[in-house]
């Protein structure tokens, strides 16, 4: 099946629209044309909704999940063209991220992970290159220790690497001192720390914090930045393990896809893609939903999964709190561009480069290797103001090319465009300063019969697919814990 979302471009077809993808759902709904009343309405087949969803079938409830888009998967799925996956959006996972190691252990799927990197032939090594002239070619040992070094002068604000700072993660400001750098952008940072860096480690710590946040230094927040930090135990190796190492051979949408089976087994799950909201209107004994086609469904509890960029396109009636609705109006920064190219030369499979700041894509690793031989590189971009992929093909070939002149003989890209998805205006969740420490509780916050899980607002791996599986879980726990003893809601529509 295809997909609508995504595009896939070669010199003989073209510009495509649309991608091949086993996450697209066939028949797209199992409704019937009788209404129906639900204990439970999950808003999003994201990760968040897929978990929420599977729990609360498992436990017995009555569910309806409603997805905008034609597949499940959310800001996390991967293509199938050619027999090889790549990833239009999350894409890393470990085993030290609690609950999606919990899932991949629970689906037999251990096996299941490859690393990203293979650094045992080709030309083996990291470029730099900082103006479009000339490049520094380096070691991945020597690119390790530029990394390693300009990391540790940013992230050393209590001479022990953020430990003391942020000594429990999953306790963001257990600490009451560390909210105030909540209150600074990483451009702050680098003022603070800029006699310190060389040229080389200035413009690897700069293109690393943008692959982070994909925004703006300016824009992007320092405390953001150091939980990521504390989470991949406060040194550079775990980050590299924990952000960029293992993904799935077969793409997330073999994971993803588990968890949508496992709920329609029991018998609890209706589903209903291409199905936008419109409105959400909580009565107080039950919730009415409306769709943007006009469908209208009631259910007792409703969980939504709407990213943060795009909860302020739905009507709320009660309408959102003062500081979530601000929140939603502010939004999150990232604008990432994400761009695979398939290259003809093997030799690439062990490359790994940074183009910064002249580029339009500054981050790319040698990330696989595709049935037909060629290297799969995947190439980011700090803010999509810059680039358009599907706007300006050529231009998006031409910033691949620059990565490594004379190196990149493109056959294919693929990419999605999260700055112009509708349902997500974005990527990635990474916050400006002074968004956490204001607005991450309320966010969490239930308001009536509405839960509201997202990645977006976890309190661990916010942003990350294991994020996503906390909120769902944390969710799902709460509509089973006061629904499970009670019947679907009775009403008229």
Request: with cysteine; net charge negative; charged share 20%.
């Given at each position: 099946?295809?997909?609508?979302d995504?595009?896939q471009?070669?010199?003989?077809?073209?510009?495509?629209?649309?991608?091949?993808s086993?996450g697209?759902?066939?028949?797209?709904?199992n409704?019937?044309?009788?209404?129906?009343?639900?204990d439970?309405?999950?808003?999003?087949?994201g990760?968040?909704?897929?978990?929420?969803?599977?729990?609360a079938c498992i436990?017995?409830l009555?569910?309806?999940?409603?997805?905008?888009?034609?597949?499940?998967?959310?800001?996390?799925?991967?293509?199938?063209?050619?027999g090889?996956?790549?990833?239009?959006?999350?894409?890393?996972v470990?085993?030290?991220?609690?609950?999606?190691?919990?899932?991949?252990?629970?689906?037999g799927?251990?096996?299941?992970l490859?690393?990203?990197?293979d650094?045992?032939?080709g030309?083996?090594c990291?470029?730099?290159?900082?103006?479009?002239?000339?490049?520094?070619?380096?070691?991945?040992?020597?690119e390790d220790?530029?990394?390693?070094?300009?990391?540790?002068?940013?992230?050393d604000?209590?001479?022990?690497l953020?430990?003391?700072?942020?000594?429990?993660?999953?306790?963001?400001?257990?600490?009451?001192e560390?909210?105030?750098?909540?209150?600074?952008?990483a451009?702050?940072?680098?003022?603070?720390?800029?006699?310190?860096?060389?040229?080389?480690?200035?413009?690897?710590?700069?293109s690393?914090v943008?692959?982070?946040?994909?925004?703006?230094?300016e824009?992007?927040?320092f405390?953001e930045?150091?939980?990521w930090w504390?989470?991949?135990?406060?040194?550079?190796?775990?980050?590299?393990?924990?952000l960029?190492?293992?993904?799935?051979?077969?793409?997330?949408?073999?994971?993803?896809?588990?968890?949508?089976?496992?709920?329609?087994?029991?018998?609890?799950?209706?589903?209903?893609?291409?199905?936008?909201?419109?409105?959400?209107?909580?009565?107080g004994?039950?919730?009415?939903?409306?769709?943007?086609?006009?469908q209208?469904?009631v259910?007792?509890r409703l969980?939504?999964?709407?990213?943060?960029?795009?909860?302020?396109?739905?009507?709320?009636?009660?309408?959102?709190?003062?500081?979530?609705?601000?929140?939603?109006?502010?939004?999150h920064?990232?604008?990432?561009?994400k761009?695979?190219?398939?290259?003809?030369?093997?030799?690439?499979?062990?490359?790994?480069?940074?183009?910064?700041?002249?580029n339009k894509l500054?981050?790319?690793?040698?990330d696989?290797?595709?049935?037909?031989?060629?290297?799969?590189?995947?190439?980011f971009?700090?803010?999509a103001?810059?680039?358009?992929?599907e706007?300006?093909?050529?231009?998006?070939?031409?910033?691949?090319?620059?990565?490594?002149?004379?190196?990149?003989d493109?056959k294919?890209?693929?990419?999605?465009?999260?700055?112009?998805?509708?349902?997500?205006?974005?990527?990635?969740?990474?916050?400006?300063p002074?968004?956490?420490?204001?607005?991450?509780?309320?966010?969490?916050?239930?308001?009536?019969n509405v839960?509201?899980?997202?990645?977006?607002?976890?309190?661990?791996?916010?942003?990350?697919i294991?994020?996503?599986?906390?909120?769902?879980?944390?969710?799902?726990?709460?509509?089973?814990g006061?629904l499970?003893?009670?019947?679907?809601?009775?009403?008229?529509?």
């Amino acid at each position: 099946m295809t997909s609508r979302d995504g595009f896939q471009w070669t010199a003989e077809t073209g510009l495509i629209q649309g991608v091949p993808s086993i996450g697209v759902i066939s028949p797209p709904t199992n409704l019937s044309s009788e209404p129906s009343q639900y204990d439970v309405i999950v808003m999003g087949a994201g990760y968040s909704g897929l978990t929420a969803a599977r729990d609360a079938c498992i436990a017995g409830l009555k569910v309806l999940l409603l997805e905008a888009r034609d597949r499940i998967g959310g800001r996390s799925w991967s293509s199938d063209i050619g027999g090889y996956p790549f990833e239009m959006g999350g894409t890393w996972v470990h085993w030290g991220q609690p609950h999606v190691w919990r899932e991949i252990s629970r689906y037999g799927m251990c096996g299941e992970l490859e690393e990203s990197f293979d650094f045992s032939r080709g030309v083996n090594c990291f470029e730099l290159r900082t103006d479009q002239k000339e490049s520094s070619v380096m070691s991945h040992e020597q690119e390790d220790a530029l990394l390693e070094a300009a990391l540790h002068k940013f992230v050393d604000v209590d001479g022990d690497l953020a430990r003391r700072t942020i000594p429990q993660p999953h306790e963001s400001f257990h600490v009451p001192e560390s909210r105030k750098y909540d209150q600074m952008s990483a451009q702050d940072r680098l003022d603070q720390i800029e006699d310190s860096l060389t040229p080389h480690e200035r413009a690897a710590l700069e293109s690393f914090v943008l692959l982070c946040s994909c925004g703006t230094l300016e824009t992007t927040s320092f405390f953001e930045f150091l939980h990521w930090w504390a989470l991949s135990g406060y040194s550079y190796r775990g980050c590299m393990d924990y952000l960029i190492s293992y993904k799935f051979k077969r793409g997330q949408s073999s994971f993803a896809i588990r968890f949508f089976r496992e709920a329609l087994a029991t018998g609890n799950l209706s589903y209903a893609f291409n199905s936008p909201i419109r409105a959400v209107e909580d009565q107080g004994v039950k919730v009415l939903i409306t769709t943007r086609q006009g469908q209208r469904h009631v259910g007792a509890r409703l969980i939504s999964t709407i990213p943060l960029n795009v909860l302020n396109t739905v009507s709320f009636s009660p309408a959102l709190d003062t500081q979530r609705l601000a929140a939603a109006n502010t939004g999150h920064v990232n604008q990432c561009v994400k761009v695979h190219a398939e290259v003809s030369s093997r030799d690439m499979r062990s490359w790994t480069g940074i183009s910064y700041p002249f580029n339009k894509l500054c981050y790319a690793i040698g990330d696989g290797t595709t049935p037909a031989g060629n290297t799969h590189i995947v190439c980011f971009g700090g803010n999509a103001n810059h680039i358009q992929p599907e706007e300006d093909v050529a231009q998006t070939k031409a910033a691949v090319e620059s990565l490594s002149p004379g190196n990149m003989d493109v056959k294919r890209l693929v990419f999605h465009n999260w700055s112009k998805d509708e349902f997500a205006k974005g990527a990635w969740f990474f916050s400006p300063p002074k968004m956490l420490s204001t607005s991450l509780e309320a966010l969490r916050a239930r308001q009536g019969n509405v839960l509201f899980a997202n990645s977006d607002w976890a309190v661990g791996w916010r942003s990350f697919i294991d994020g996503a599986i906390e909120e769902g879980t944390r969710a799902a726990m709460t509509v089973v814990g006061e629904l499970r003893a009670r019947p679907a809601v009775r009403g008229r529509l």
